[in-house]
């Protein structure tokens, strides 16, 4: 079982910068495929990035590509989402993930993860 907690969402200003921790339980973390998503009010919830267990191969989604950098410290069981120049369209509740299989190449897809997060908002102000 995993247990993933976000913290470091808050309200800021288009063009700031927050970072987004994701603290998980669980002896096997380094192991996990490790993803962000995130949901805005009457959308889906979409994918934002991951990084892979082994080589740490990251993987972005177009919209952020160039502006978000995530990161993981096994040492520290945590994952990281650090967001600069953001606009008001990434306004949503951020969640991480976790997918237990560390081949899985299907990172984008939020079926294949097993653990949640409870999300942390962020809102950006024009």
């Known amino acids: 079982q995993v247990q993933l907690v976000e913290s470091g969402g808050g309200l800021v200003q288009a063009g700031d910068s927050l970072k987004l921790s994701c603290a998980a339980s669980?002896?096997?973390?380094?192991?996990?495929?490790m993803g962000w998503f995130r949901q805005a009010p009457g959308k889906e919830r979409d994918f934002v990035a991951a990084i892979s267990w082994s080589n740490g191969a990251t993987y972005y989604a177009d919209s952020v590509k160039g502006r978000f950098t995530i990161s993981r410290d096994n040492a520290k069981n945590t994952v990281y989402l650090q967001m600069n120049s953001l606009k008001p369209e990434d306004t949503a509740v951020y969640y991480c993930?976790?997918?237990?299989?560390?081949?899985?190449?299907?990172?984008?897809?939020?079926?294949?993860?097993?653990?949640w997060g409870q999300g942390t908002q962020v809102t950006v102000s024009s």
């Open positions: 669980g002896r096997t973390f380094s192991r996990y495929v």
């Open positions: 993930a976790a997918d237990s299989n560390p081949a899985d190449w299907r990172v984008g897809n939020k079926f294949v993860y097993d653990y």
